[in-house]
């Protein structure tokens, strides 16, 4: 403004600082919110200011922990990618999205951006204790799925007991490992055992295609033509 005090370089530099004390105004709201763990109202404060701020890693991630604590996983991977591009070296960035795609099941994804981070630190010790968990489980699955395509049956059915073994806690691996365990009772003629266990699996996930699809293919090797 000083250096070209016109009458319309004013009005801008005047509702530039108008909307800059506004943004201040938001963000502390925001970190507010966050302390006091109103996590959707820290969103819709977050909103505002990024649709400004667009380039700001540390709100993006903010943002994403929001999400996180809002049960919405999917939204914080896309915050967490912008703020990996955004920052140099953002190792946290990419731990936390390889830990977020573990959760959710995709062991693949996981072990890609787990594998970034170490290319950055080979050091990080959280993120080599997450490759080396899920670069096993990983193995594991794989291992077990060549055996099915092989006809293997209770190979792979071993193998899929050690990806229980391997990750007890979280659930979706136990319940994809059952899944494909009963895919394999029902291709080797062991109906009663396949039955059992795709009703497991159904019990958790009524609407699992291919449990219900193993599931009727064992009934018809028990000639339970109605179930």
Same mark, same amino acid.
């Given at each position: 403004? @000083?250096?070209?005090?016109? /009458?319309?370089?004013?009005?801008?530099?005047?509702? %530039?600082?108008?909307?800059?004390?506004?943004?201040?105004?938001?963000?502390? $709201?925001? *970190?507010?919110?966050?302390?006091?763990?109103?996590?959707?109202?820290?969103?819709? *404060?977050?909103?505002?200011?990024?649709?400004?701020?667009?380039?700001?890693?540390?709100?993006?991630?903010?943002?994403? !922990?929001?999400?996180?604590?809002?049960?919405?996983?999917? /939204?914080?991977?896309?915050?967490?990618?912008?703020?990996? @591009?955004?920052?140099?070296?953002?190792?946290?960035?990419?731990? &936390?999205?390889?830990?977020?795609?573990? %959760? *959710?099941?995709?062991?693949?994804?996981?072990?890609?951006?787990?594998?970034?981070?170490?290319?950055?630190?080979?050091?990080?010790? $959280?993120?080599?204790?997450?490759? /080396? %968990?899920?670069?096993? *489980?990983?193995?594991?699955?794989?291992?077990?799925?060549?055996?099915?395509? !092989?006809?293997?049956?209770?190979?792979?059915?071993?193998?899929?007991?050690?990806?229980? /073994?391997?990750?007890? !806690?979280?659930?979706?691996?136990?319940?994809?490992?059952?899944?494909?365990?009963?895919?394999?009772?029902? &291709?080797?003629?062991?109906?009663?055992?396949?039955?059992?266990?795709?009703?497991?699996?159904? $019990?958790?996930?009524?609407?699992?295609?291919?449990?219900?699809?193993?599931?009727?293919?064992?009934?018809?090797?028990?000639?339970?033509?109605?179930?």
């Amino acid at each position: 403004l @000083k250096s070209n005090p016109s /009458k319309n370089e004013e009005k801008e530099a005047q509702t %530039q600082l108008t909307k800059s004390d506004e943004l201040q105004r938001l963000h502390s $709201q925001a *970190l507010s919110a966050y302390q006091q763990e109103d996590y959707g109202a820290a969103i819709s *404060l977050l909103d505002e200011i990024l649709a400004v701020c667009v380039w700001d890693a540390e709100l993006r991630e903010l943002r994403a !922990e929001c999400y996180i604590k809002e049960g919405e996983p999917s /939204k914080a991977i896309s915050d967490l990618k912008a703020a990996a @591009k955004l920052k140099n070296d953002n190792t946290e960035a990419f731990y &936390k999205i390889s830990k977020i795609y573990y %959760q *959710l099941g995709d062991h693949e994804l996981s072990l890609s951006e787990v594998r970034e981070c170490l290319k950055l630190d080979q050091d990080h010790k $959280q993120c080599f204790s997450l490759y /080396k %968990q899920v670069k096993k *489980l990983n193995k594991q699955i794989e291992s077990a799925e060549e055996f099915i395509r !092989e006809g293997r049956y209770e190979d792979a059915i071993s193998k899929y007991e050690s990806v229980m /073994k391997t990750e007890p !806690e979280v659930a979706i691996y136990s319940t994809r490992a059952k899944e494909r365990i009963c895919h394999c009772f029902s &291709k080797n003629q062991q109906a009663t055992e396949a039955i059992k266990l795709c009703s497991e699996v159904l $019990q958790l996930e009524p609407t699992n295609v291919n449990a219900l699809k193993d599931r009727a293919e064992a009934y018809l090797l028990e000639d339970m033509y109605e179930e």
